[in-house]
């Protein structure tokens, strides 16, 4: 699966639009909150802007998984999923600066409720893979993330907001197919035989007269029939 980015921004959206502002007539954006959008913006407005897109380095998984099929036996393997950190600068927008408290109160109370993002929530390839979205809000953000460096790009002015980390893991499209199971015994098959083969096997085996392994040749005189020569000087 490859990310989802579109689908994390589905789900955050329903999950504010069924509890924070349930019944309500406030609109839930993804625009980036510049000066000429804030001219232009008519109605009470969310906006759920993407500003930061990493991996967690230290989430990384080393190794491998197996896939068994539906008997359990090992098919392949794939690597471990990668995941990452999307953060969202989540603000307010209406008439009257206590109208935008009271909305970013609804907010957080609707993202402290929730370590993840209810799995009903969750659409399409995200739902599929199984995992958790995890959620953060209100955290400090790494010291080269400061919110106020976001502002001065977008040419707006400083508001505030709320810090919202969506964490998503992503399947890779790798697998490595394992070998193939060893069902049958080892068998080995000689290609030939030793070149000075033992007399005693190849008369067992055939390959050879028993005699000629076991009897003297008859016109060769025994050790013990012949005088030695000490005696024949005498």
Request: net charge negative; charged share 30%; aromatic share 4%.
């Amino acid at each position: 699966m490859h990310p989802v980015i579109n689908e994390v921004d589905e789900a955050l959206s329903s999950l504010l639009r069924q509890e924070a502002l349930l019944n309500s007539d406030v609109e839930v954006v993804l625009d980036a909150p510049t000066r000429d959008w804030a001219s232009r913006r008519t109605a009470p407005t969310v906006n759920m802007y993407l500003y930061d897109l990493r991996e967690d380095s230290s989430r990384r998984m080393n190794g491998r998984i197996r896939i068994p099929d539906a008997d359990g036996k090992v098919t392949g393997y794939r690597k471990p999923p990668r995941t990452f950190r999307l953060a969202y600068l989540v603000t307010a927008w209406t008439q009257r600066p206590e109208d935008e408290h009271r909305l970013l109160t609804a907010l957080l109370g609707c993202f402290i409720r929730h370590e993840v993002i209810p799995p009903e929530m969750l659409p399409g390839a995200l739902r599929r893979q199984g995992y958790p979205i995890g959620l953060q809000v209100a955290q400090p953000p790494p010291d080269n993330r400061k919110v106020p460096d976001v502002w001065s790009s977008l040419g707006g002015d400083l508001k505030p907001s709320l810090d919202v980390v969506a964490t998503m893991p992503v399947d890779l499209d790798l697998m490595i197919e394992a070998a193939r199971a060893v069902d049958r015994p080892l068998r080995i098959r000689p290609t030939g035989y030793n070149t000075m083969p033992d007399l005693d096997e190849a008369a067992r085996d055939g390959r050879m007269p028993v005699a000629a392994a076991t009897e003297p040749d008859p016109g060769e005189a025994s050790e013990g029939s012949r005088p030695r020569e000490e005696e024949v000087a005498l």
